[in-house]
């Protein structure tokens, strides 16, 4: 180094005496005893350049203060007060400003110098102290006026002391200020203090001091692992999965520790060994061996530890190990050039140990990467598939290599349900749902007890009361509380995660300032950039794999607490009181366990914005601040100002949310009710008008989206523009206020990226607010659900009981809802054990009721109810669960055979079996599809008797069967004889045949018993019961025959369960039924029967084969799946999705604004390339002769093109509002136009759960998923695309990477994509089971709670939802997998760029370089977000694939068909002709009319009767055209019914169907859905069904509201409602299934005489049970497999004596 004096501009020189430097480069003192004497400039020292024109002094006698020439001036400030009395003068601080000064020395600038210490400020590298030192024995007190030019030095701190005192040479070993760590490493034996700069920074060749490397950095890896101990030995103290054996690995792990503490200790008894013999060692030589060797004791002893408690892979310790090689790697290489540049090794011991103890730790690093065998003693995993995430070791858990298997799997083949993991125990649905009920039971009590507290009722004054008033409200349970207490904990690691995320995202952009500072100074050594690049490549790797650990915890805990919200809603939906029921209809409860949880799971992943979002916001700013000074204010102020307006945009969008919710709840409720009543729908082609209400639903829900679309819009427009305008005014207001503030490429491009931090949590915030609104509305929803009251398990008392006695009630009343009138009223009823009771009563007098109370169904007003033992229940109508037969039979107990082969015999299910494909392990359908309903309701019983209770309760179960069969069961099951004959019986019926056997009735009326006797003594008394047996037996006057036709009378009656009945209905018991049936609440999600289509009278032929006709199912078992699944399983896609989904999507959208979308998206990011690139041409040319540069001009330019973008992006966004709104409306509209015409067959195959999950989820997924998923996937590829372009432009060396970096990131995405999709495709198709079962549970409630199945049933919901987890978990492992991957290539982008611009610094301006590494910070955001929008729209895109699948099935017979339209009036005659008629329900399935020919002429009365899989149901499913002919035709009045429309046949014709279905509406709606007729025909129709009565009591009138399914009408009443739509229609043709099954003899009675009455010129085909009902018709029908047995008249066919009379004589009518 050359050190140079120049004169002072007198001329004169200057002869110190001694004049001290030190040299940055080679660390030696430079000393010059003889006098310099003033330099001509020469080649080899030119005459240096000012930047300005150089500042001089003139100092003054005293030295105190020091007057300058120019602003660039210093001045000489005295430090002491006897400074002047010295011969030297004081020392001095001088600050000088020197622009574009090096730190390395290279460079020689001029500036004013004062004696003393001089310090230069504000150059590039921030405040860094020069100093000289003087020495001198001149009599002056101040030196003469000089001008120095000099090369940046640093010497030891200035001695003051020393400096006054000094007079003659300073000596060279006058020791400087030595600090603690100085001490510690010795003055002389380590030959250098602790921080030498010169060494360590300023240098090409840069190295650490050696007290630094045997101090500092050899105790970072202690410092670790004794800070992370605490907490660590807390997580193994709690953690105990068994022991690990002391394997091979353990014992070379632990042998390794045990060395290396020998290693440190060798090392400190040597420095004692120096000690004993007389050379001191420096106390670091102690200090260090001992901290090391103290620390590999406990690393090694917590080997140990680690394998008692089971820890098969430490992370702690890798970590450790990792630090310890790091921390070696340094003195590893230092050592090594000191010995070869000194040529020899100065202690060959230390330097023997470092390197042993450098390749221990090594080893050990290397053997801690592996993982120990699985503990012993541990719970045995049994799973054939488990989750390797469980016994991955940690760096496979951090980089999340153990997913990789399945990322290849999925890559080879389309991933299916068995090749997905087993789920770990504490994700277990069980698992969770448990410690969530138990916090939530918490809650409860903690409530409860409150509430207590509160009636006790503390006296206060009113003064007190006023001010406390309302704090004075009764605490309610809070569900909140309940999550925070179960998944609190989990966050809080989260929580851990995201701070430091949070403090990290905050280091790149100081990196870049640096690296910005690196560029624009040529001298910088290079290492520099070097050091910098890979600082910010190792900060984003840390960042990446921080930020994923942090998202697999967020969203872990996200399913979790859907999982928990799912599990407790079911368990609650099992105990609800029937009043919570009639609010709760079971879509609501539906939406709460789909939508309201998943609400949940998407707002975990933006709750952490609640705190990280204002850190973030008030670091950026800080760092602002730092940055561009009180400028940022304005950019603050901003912020500030749009909280208001963001805050009126989360009012608005919450209030759109709840108006959404309600419109989604009543179009999935509607639509729900259209699927349970299709058939019906069908049969009176009333389609057009629920087509109608459905669509109007949709007009309102659509326009709501319009609106949340517009919100959503204005948001992206804040999220855009916020940050920029942010930018634009800060920078605006810093390049304004100062003409002196130039904005350099370091000021605009650090500022850029640190408003792109900013840019994040301002952009979530939007998405957090909706979020949390959406979330509170769920919230609200679910406890208000979960605070329901229960049904009392109290209610009925089951231990104790009068002797001798098994049912009793005493002075019980009871009713369904506290708000309602008592149903049952003052009921004194004993039961003795072993007892057969009958209950009859008339419709609505409280027979299911009663039975009800006995199962504690109802709320008990006041009275005792004793049942003792278990209960059997069998209800109304049969509940089928969706499994095997035998399943439905044992229901959950072990299999006992004898038992089980008794059952079936008794319930003579024998013959079915014969016939069902699979015998017992036949799968039967949703609801029982595949079984007819004789066949139902006798499983159902055989389900009772199986059970082996004590207590049977039978509501009525011999309805649905014919009557020799009702006569077989009743003497092998209920009757004195049958297998329950030692059990207690309570019988419910409207049949009088079997009661002579009864031991005593109790006869019911409004709700009371009116009397209770065995049969005689009640003929005897001749109260109302003799009365009503005297008109309605057969054989007036002598004890009824053992069979009746009524035996059949109830078929499938849903009268009298169902807990929902409005008040105002209560005061009518005499037409109102008031015991609901608990399973209509369900028609929510269970696809309802079409009893139309189903066979009802005994053993019935279920069809084998997956399309489950409901009829006659005489099929070919070769249709059937080979485990005879009978409902046809949900198509799963595979592999890629079809372009042609896309392109349906795109022309859904409209093709024009697909393209304006993709072209505004194009220009909005050339607008954003256009900004940052205005940006770094600005800062390069900012300047122009020391002046800012057209400031006013590049502002405006720069705001003109961040304003335009911001409009593109609302432009792009209002385009996606528009497509995605179009493509919502069309594919909604054709999902449901073709459902509407789709064949009875399809809704017959297909579960209800699965059509309704396309209307809700799917359609769902259409409105509000697809069209921002297609936005984002746009913004992230144009961003990339842009950003490497820039990069490129900037680098161009950077484009030799690019095909690598592509071709692994095609890689990732390929395997990413493959994978993803498959998963959650399956993840989606088993959503579905979960919500089906839910429904079918919900129904079958009464009857799993009377059999105490319910934690089976919990257990069975369990099972379902972890089978969707099992696809949910590894999905979110997937994007974690892929985060790491694509993030790392991102951070290879960041490195590269950054790279390369070092390397091209000397053709690369700053602003470039700024430009190009700021994108390249962005990337890695945008890399990634393609690969998920890309998966994500796969994903989504799936759902249109399901949409347009149902879209496109095959549809019926056109409805109308132009040009062969009957005629008016037709038909006239009424004429019904089958000609050579066969009929299939498919193709390839066995006939059930088998070339039927036959002709009823106008006006006849013909009865069609047949033993089970004769084929009658299927005779009128062919009438209406619901099954098509194979062959031959029927005609009606000479007209082919296959030529016309449907609806103009159907709507031709009437039918009164054996299930009553309504609809939610008015009851005119519901009469008259056209309003085709007028009121006076209503009422009309009204009095001739014996409904006007009721209707006129309603304030409503015809505009009384039914509820869902018609429940709080009884199905008596409903049953009614569908003969008024019969009287009202009135066609030539009536058809009548069964009609009057669920209705009394006596009520039976009124309607029969209406239909002779009214329908006297019609022709009336009837199907009957009650063979007493077409006895005095014209002629009657016998069928017999498919085929005509009999034709003739009744008195023929008994005088016959075939089938007919065999009928006949079992009802005892022949």
């Avoid at 004497?37 to 020469?42: A, F, G, I, K, L």
């Avoid at 011969?87 to 001029?110: A, E, F, M, Q």
């Amino acid at each position: 180094m050359t050190f140079q004096w120049n004169c002072a501009t007198t001329g004169s020189s200057l002869f110190p005496e001694t004049l001290v430097l030190k040299s940055g480069t080679t660390g030696t003192n430079h000393r010059l005893n003889q006098p310099v004497p003033c330099q001509s400039p020469t080649e080899d020292h030119p005459k240096p350049t000012p930047l300005d024109t150089a500042s001089t002094f003139k100092p003054q006698d005293s030295c105190n203060s020091v007057a300058a020439s120019s602003p660039h001036s210093c001045r000489c400030l005295n430090l002491g007060p006897e400074g002047a009395a010295q011969d030297l003068p004081p020392p001095v601080k001088v600050n000088i400003r020197i622009g574009g000064i090096s730190p390395n020395n290279v460079g020689v600038h001029t500036g004013t110098l004062c004696v003393g210490v001089c310090q230069f400020s504000s150059n590039p590298w921030g405040d860094v102290a020069f100093r000289i030192v003087w020495e001198h024995k001149s009599s002056h007190k101040c030196l003469p006026e000089l001008q120095l030019q000099l090369a940046i030095v640093e010497t030891p701190e200035l001695n003051p002391k020393a400096l006054r005192t000094g007079l003659g040479p300073r000596s060279p070993s006058l020791p400087p200020r030595l600090g603690p760590m100085d001490t510690l490493c010795g003055s002389g034996e380590l030959g250098s203090k602790f921080w030498d700069s010169n060494l360590s920074v300023y240098t090409d060749n840069p190295d650490l001091t050696s007290c630094f490397q045997n101090s500092l950095l050899a105790w970072i890896p202690c410092i670790y692992l004794w800070a992370a101990l605490p907490c660590y030995l807390f997580y193994l103290q709690h953690r105990h999965q068994g022991y690990i054996v002391l394997s091979h690995l353990s014992r070379l792990k632990t042998a390794l520790g045990v060395l290396l503490w020998c290693i440190s200790w060798a090392d400190l008894f040597y420095s004692f060994h120096g000690l004993v013999h007389g050379w001191a060692p420096a106390p670091i030589f102690v200090v260090t061996p001992l901290v090391v060797g103290v620390t590999m004791l406990l690393a090694t002893l917590l080997i140990q530890y680690e394998r008692l408690r089971g820890v098969q892979s430490s992370g702690v310790l890798i970590i450790f190990w990792f630090l310890c090689v790091v921390c070696a790697v340094i003195p590893f290489r230092s050592k090594i050039l000191s010995a070869v540049a000194k040529g020899k090794i100065l202690d060959p011991f230390r330097f023997t140990t470092f390197y042993i103890y450098f390749a221990l730790v090594l080893f050990a690093f290397i053997l801690s990467c592996f993982k120990e065998k699985p503990p012993l003693f541990s719970p045995k995993n049994v799973d054939p598939n488990p989750c390797p995430e469980a016994d991955a070791g940690f760096l496979s858990r951090l980089s999340f290599w153990w997913f990789t298997k399945l990322a290849i799997l999925g890559y080879r083949r389309p991933l299916e349900e068995q090749d997905l993991w087993s789920l770990n125990e504490e994700n277990r649905c069980e698992m969770v749902v448990q410690r969530l009920l138990e916090a939530w039971k918490k809650q409860q009590k903690q409530a409860a007890g409150h509430r207590a507290t509160a009636a006790a009722g503390k006296t206060v004054s009113t003064e007190s009361e006023e001010l406390l008033g309302r704090r004075r409200r009764p605490r309610e349970p809070s569900f909140l509380q309940a999550l925070l207490a179960t998944f609190g904990p989990g966050f809080l690691i989260s929580t851990c995660f995201m701070l430091v995320q949070s403090m990290l995202a905050f280091i790149n952009p100081q990196l870049l300032s640096i690296l910005i500072r690196f560029i624009s100074n040529p001298t910088a050594p290079t290492w520099w950039g070097i050091l910098v690049a890979v600082l910010m490549f190792v900060c984003s790797v840390i960042q990446t794999l921080i930020m994923q650990q942090c998202f697999q915890y967020i969203f872990v805990i996200g399913l979790r607490l859907r999982t928990g919200i799912i599990g407790v809603i079911y368990r609650k939906a099992l105990v609800i009181t029937n009043s919570v029921r009639r609010e709760s209809t079971v879509g609501e409860m539906v939406n709460l366990i789909s939508v309201d949880a998943q609400h949940f799971m998407d707002l975990v992943t933006f709750l952490h914005l609640l705190w990280s979002g204002p850190l973030q916001i008030i670091l950026a700013i800080y760092f602002l601040w730092q940055n561009l000074g009180p400028s940022i204010l304005a950019g603050v102020a901003l912020l500030v100002l749009l909280i208001p307006f963001n805050g009126l945009l989360a009012k608005k969008t919450r209030d759109l949310e709840v108006e959404q919710m309600k419109c989604k709840d009543l179009r999935i409720k509607l639509m729900s009710e259209i699927l349970g009543g299709i058939k019906v729908l069908k049969l009176y082609a009333w389609e057009p008008s629920l087509l109608k209400q459905v669509e109007g639903i949709r007009q309102s829900e659509l326009r709501l989206l319009r609106r949340a679309y517009y919100l959503y819009a204005i948001s992206v427009f804040i999220w855009i523009c916020t940050p920029f305008l942010v930018t634009l005014i800060t920078l605006g207001v810093y390049v304004s206020v100062d003409p002196n503030n130039v904005l350099d490429a370091e000021k605009a491009f650090v500022s850029v990226s640190l408003f792109n931090i900013l840019k994040n949590p301002l952009g979530s915030l939007s998405q957090l607010i909706s979020g949390l609104t959406q979330t509170s509305v769920s919230l609200k929803r679910i406890q208000h659900f979960l605070s329901q009251d229960e049904l009392d398990p109290q209610c009925v008392e089951r231990k104790t009981i009068t002797p001798g006695y098994a049912v009793i009630i005493d002075n019980g009343t009871f009713t369904w809802a506290q708000d309602l009138p008592p149903t049952l009223r003052s009921l004194n009823i004993q039961v003795p054990k072993g007892a057969l009771v009958a209950v009859v009563g008339p419709v609505g007098c409280g027979k299911s009721s009663l039975v009800s109370a006995l199962l504690g169904e109802m709320e008990k007003l006041e009275g005792k109810v004793y049942v003792k033992g278990s209960v059997a229940y069998v209800p109304q109508q049969a509940w089928i669960q969706n499994c095997t037969l035998q399943g439905n039979v044992l229901f959950g107990r072990a299999l006992d055979p004898k038992r089980y082969q008794r059952a079936l015999e008794a319930c003579a299910l024998l013959a079915d079996l014969d016939v069902l494909p699979g015998g017992d392990k036949t799968e039967i359908g949703e609801k029982g599809i595949n079984l007819s309903g004789g066949q139902r309701q006798r499983v159902s019983l055989a389900r009772a008797v199986y059970s082996d209770a004590d207590v049977f309760l039978l509501d009525d179960p011999l309805s649905a069967v014919d009557s020799h069969v009702a006569k077989h069961i009743f003497d092998q099951v209920i009757g004195p004889e049958g297998v329950l004959a030692s059990k207690t019986r309570v019988l419910v019926t409207h049949s009088i045949s079997f009661l002579p056997q009864m031991d005593f009735i109790i006869v019911l009326a409004n709700g009371q018993v009116s009397e209770v006797g065995t049969y005689p003594a009640l003929l005897q008394r001749s109260g109302s019961f003799a009365n009503f047996l005297h008109n309605y037996a057969p054989d007036k006057g002598a004890d009824p025959p053992e069979e009746d036709s009524s035996i059949a009378a109830l078929n499938n009656p849903e009268d009298e369960e169902v807990p929902l009945i409005e008040d105002t209905l209560s005061s009518h018991t005499d037409l109102v039924d008031n015991e609901p049936v608990m399973y209509e609440v369900q028609k929510q999600f269970t696809r309802q029967l079409s009893a139309m289509s189903l066979d009802r009278e005994g053993p019935g032929q279920a069809g084998p084969r997956k399309h489950l006709d409901p009829a006659e199912k005489v099929v070919q078992a070769v249709e059937v799946k080979a485990n005879e699944t009978l409902i046809e399983e949900e198509k799963v896609g595979k592999g890629k999705v079809k372009l042609s989904v896309f392109w349906d999507y795109a022309k859904a959208m409209g093709l024009s604004t697909t393209l304006v979308m993709c072209l505004l998206y194009a220009g909005q990011s050339a607008t954003a390339v256009g900004v940052d690139v205005w940006l770094s041409d600005w800062t390069n040319k900012a300047v122009v002769g020391g002046q800012q540069n057209h400031t006013s001009h590049r502002l405006s330019v720069y705001a003109t093109l961040g304003i335009l973008q911001g409009l593109l992006v609302v432009l792009s966004s209002i385009a996606v509002t528009v497509g995605s709104l179009r493509a919502a409306r069309l594919l909604h509209q054709a999902l449901l136009h073709n459902k509407m015409r789709s064949p009875q067959s399809f809704f017959d195959t297909t579960p209800s759960g699965r059509i309704l999950n396309h209307f809700s989820k799917d359609i769902d997924i259409i409105d509000e998923v697809l069209g921002p998923t297609i936005l984002m996937l746009l913004n992230s590829f144009s961003t990339s695309i842009s950003t490497l372009m820039v990069i490129v432009v900037s680098t161009p060396i950077f484009a030799v990477v690019i095909l690598p970096l592509a071709v692994f990131y095609m890689f990732a995405q390929r395997f990413y994509v493959a994978t993803s999709r498959q998963l959650k495709r399956l993840e989606s198709v088993s959503r579905s089971p979960i919500y089906s079962h839910f429904s079918e549970s919900v129904t079958g409630s009464s009857i799993i709670r009377a059999y105490g199945r319910s934690r089976d049933f919990e257990a069975l919901s369990d099972a379902k939802v972890d089978t969707n987890l099992r696809s949910a978990y590894p999905n979110i492992f997937s994007n974690r997998w892929l985060g790491v991957r694509v993030e790392f290539l991102g951070n290879c982008v960041v490195l590269f760029a950054a790279l390369f611009a070092v390397i091209g610094r000397s053709s690369l301006s700053a602003g470039m370089a700024g430009l190009s590494v700021s994108n390249a910070l962005q990337v890695t955001f945008s890399l990634n977000w393609i690969l998920r929008m890309l998966s994500d729209l796969e994903s989504n895109i799936v759902a249109v694939e399901r949409v347009k699948e149902y879209s496109k099935t095959e549809t019926e017979a056109p409805w109308v068909v132009e040009g062969s339209r009957p005629p008016a009036g037709w038909p006239m005659q009424g004429e019904v002709e089958f000609r050579n008629y066969s009929a299939r329900y498919r193709p390839g399935l066995d006939l059930v009319l088998k070339d039927l020919s036959l002709r009823v002429h106008g006006g006849e009365k013909v009865g069609i009767v047949g033993r089970t899989g004769a084929g009658k149901s299927s005779m009128t499913l062919c009438l209406f055209r619901i099954l098509e002919a194979a062959e031959g035709e029927i005609r009606i009045d000479g007209l082919n019914i296959a030529d016309i429309g449907l609806h103009d046949l159907r709507s031709r014709l009437t039918i009164i169907p054996q299930d009553p279905v309504l609809f939610s509406g008015t009851l005119r709606m519901n009469l008259d859905p056209f309003g085709n007729y007028s009121e006076e025909d209503i009422w009309r129709a009204l009095e001739l069904s014996h409904l006007h009565t009721f209707v006129n009591s309603q304030p409503a009138g015809l505009d009384f509201e039914c509820s869902e399914g018609g429940e709080n009408l009884s199905v008596g009443q409903r049953q009614l409602v569908c003969l008024a739509r019969a009287l009202l229609r009135k066609s030539r043709i009536l058809v009548l299934d069964e009609a009057t099954a669920a209705i009394d003899l006596e009520t039976d009675d009124f309607i029969q005489a209406t239909i002779r009455t009214q329908f006297e010129t019609c022709t009336v085909l009837t199907i009957a049970h009650r063979l007493n009902t077409i006895m005095d018709y014209t002629r009657v029908l016998v069928l017999d497999k498919g085929t005509i047995a009999e034709f003739d008249s009744p008195t023929n066919l008994i005088a016959a004596r075939g089938i007919f009379y065999g009928m006949a004589r079992d009802a005892g009518l022949a």
